[in-house]
């Protein structure tokens, strides 16, 4: 099976919008270029995301429907639990915070969220091969000079010594949020290893740097 014809299958069982599946062809079209731009076959990639009809499934899930609304603010209220913690415990110097306003990145006239779930897999992808210098390239510099004194095993440490290799990244789940009169953009994706599960919350400013990193 072809690329193309992955993605058409997937999307021929999304029970959503015109605009919505065309965005998710575009969600899975960049993960599998990643892929291959990392040096894997198509069918290996493709055989780790599964049946085409199974994770329309997955998709269909956590997509609107005749009861999208409410399934949206549930998932939204979830993300901004996430986030409030992920800044308390890695913000360098504020010591308070406002409650985020959530918005829908899709509509988003400040974020890509295409951009935003390709920069949220390639920090995944180096930072579970130990890379701290392509890490850091991705952080703010307050968050870099919070981070400065822990390696990535440090953090890796919180989740458990041995990780093992990375299996599967899962699609990515985004918002916009807007605090203190700035804007960012926050992704959530379950990444699954050999021994563990992790989820990642990540949060970028308006310049696309890496403001938030919370593993759980």
């Known amino acids: 099976m072809t690329k193309r014809e992955y993605i058409k299958c997937v999307a021929g069982h999304l029970q ?3 605009a919505r599946k065309n965005e998710i062809r575009r969600q899975l079209d960049s993960h599998i270029e990643i892929a291959l ?3 894997r076959q198509l069918t290996e ?3 780790e995301m599964g049946d085409p009809k199974a994770l329309a499934a997955e998709f269909n899930e956590n997509l609107e429907d005749s009861g999208e ?3 949206r603010k549930r998932r939204l209220l979830l993300l901004i639990l996430g986030i409030v913690l992920g800044v308390l415990a890695l913000s360098a110097g504020f010591l308070y915070w406002w409650l985020p306003k959530s918005l829908d990145i ?3 006239t400040v974020f890509d969220s295409g951009q935003v779930e390709a920069r949220s897999k390639e920090v995944i992808n180096v930072f579970s091969e130990g890379d701290r210098e392509g890490f850091d390239a991705y952080l703010s510099q307050e968050l870099r000079d919070f981070l400065a004194q822990m390696s990535l095993d440090d953090i890796k440490g919180y ?3 041995d990780w093992g290799v990375l299996l599967n990244v899962g699609p990515a789940y985004m918002i916009q949020i807007r605090e203190k009169g700035k804007d960012y953009a926050v992704a959530q994706i379950n990444v699954s290893y050999e021994n563990v599960s992790v989820t ?3 949060t970028y400013d308006q310049e696309m740097e890496l403001n ?4 759980r």
Do not use: N
């Not at 938030?212 to 593993?215: E, L, N, R, S």
């Open 200 to 202: 990642y919350t990540l």
């Open 106 to 108: 899709y509509d988003s």
């Open 69 to 71: 609304r409410k399934a």
């Open 159 to 161: 989740m458990g010594e």
């Open 16 to 18: 959503c919008s015109g």
């Open 37 to 39: 731009s990392e040096g």
């Open 45 to 47: 990639i493709l055989t």
């Open 212 to 215: 938030g990193f919370y593993v």
